[in-house]
């Protein structure tokens, strides 16, 4: 697998069906899949997470998740051609665990939006096994969700607590977990559940579903601004790193 750097955050230059041809390899034996997804959001605000740079840096798959990512790798000459999205990399995850018969686990959201992601996953994919759920707001302690997961032997683990929280947690107990496949999915599970409508078809296919989502929930509203600064940021460590 080929990889570029983009303000020392790797970025693998990989597609949807390499990351599905993969599966197989991980689920067959006990080697741990992680699935990561790298953005702007991450590249900007990963500087002030040395553990989560570490994290990304010893992850399997750094998928290069946003437009801003693809954009920066055309101007700097890489290889990087097309977005991976986070979202649309978990439904290819959960049409495999579908066709397959595979185990998941869901954690993260609040309590009503992970209960109303797991009936429609079940209703979308009948086939697979939901382990058990787990919702970001629990009462348990760090420990008590890994060893409620380590019981439900879930071939796929996806964690919905957000940036940075949902890597911080992956980074101190990914090691810890019986898992072979693990993915961060963010808000994934607000618009699986329904409580959050999906971008329409067009903001998908010219890969603005970011700009979308900004635009109609304030609290990523920031990620507007973060696009340019992280364009000039990434252009401008290229240069440096050229003359180091």
């Known amino acids: 697998m080929t990889t570029e750097k983009i303000m020392d955050f790797p970025v693998d230059i990989i597609n949807y069906d390499d990351?599905?041809?993969?599966?197989?390899?991980?689920l067959q034996t006990d080697k741990k899949m992680s699935a990561i997804s790298v953005n702007p959001q991450?590249?900007?605000?990963?500087q002030n997470y040395p553990e989560i740079q570490e994290f990304v840096k010893e992850s399997t798959h750094r998928i290069p998740d946003g437009i801003g990512i693809v954009l920066v790798s055309k101007l700097t000459g890489g290889q990087i051609k097309?977005?991976?999205a986070g979202i649309e990399l978990m439904f290819r995850f959960l049409d495999y665990a579908n066709a397959y018969?595979?185990?998941?686990?869901?954690?993260?959201a609040k309590p009503q939006v992970v209960t109303d992601a797991a009936k429609q996953i079940k209703k979308d994919y009948p086939n697979l096994?939901?382990?058990?759920?787990?919702?970001?707001?629990t009462n348990l302690s760090e420990e008590e969700v890994v060893e409620r997961i380590n019981r439900a032997?879930?071939?796929?683990?996806?964690?919905?607590?957000?940036?940075?929280?949902?890597?911080?947690?992956?980074?101190r107990n990914i090691e810890r977990l019986d898992v072979s496949v693990f993915?961060?999915?963010g808000g994934s599970f607000d618009v699986l559940s329904g409580h959050?409508?999906?971008?329409?078809?067009?903001?998908?296919d010219t890969h603005l579903e970011w700009l979308y989502r900004s635009l109609t929930d304030r609290k990523r509203f920031k990620r507007i601004l973060q696009l340019p600064v992280f364009v000039i940021k990434s252009l401008f460590w290229k240069v440096r790193t050229k003359d180091d």
């Open 19 to 26: 990351v599905i041809d993969d599966l197989a390899n991980y």
């Open 42 to 46: 991450i590249i900007i605000e990963g």
């Open 82 to 84: 097309e977005r991976v």
């Open 101 to 108: 018969k595979k185990s998941i686990f869901l954690y993260g």
């Open 129 to 137: 096994i939901l382990s058990d759920k787990i919702d970001g707001y």
């Open 153 to 171: 032997k879930p071939d796929f683990l996806f964690v919905a607590l957000g940036f940075p929280k949902q890597e911080e947690w992956l980074a």
């Open 183 to 185: 993915q961060d999915v």
């Open 196 to 204: 959050v409508k999906r971008a329409p078809q067009f903001f998908i």
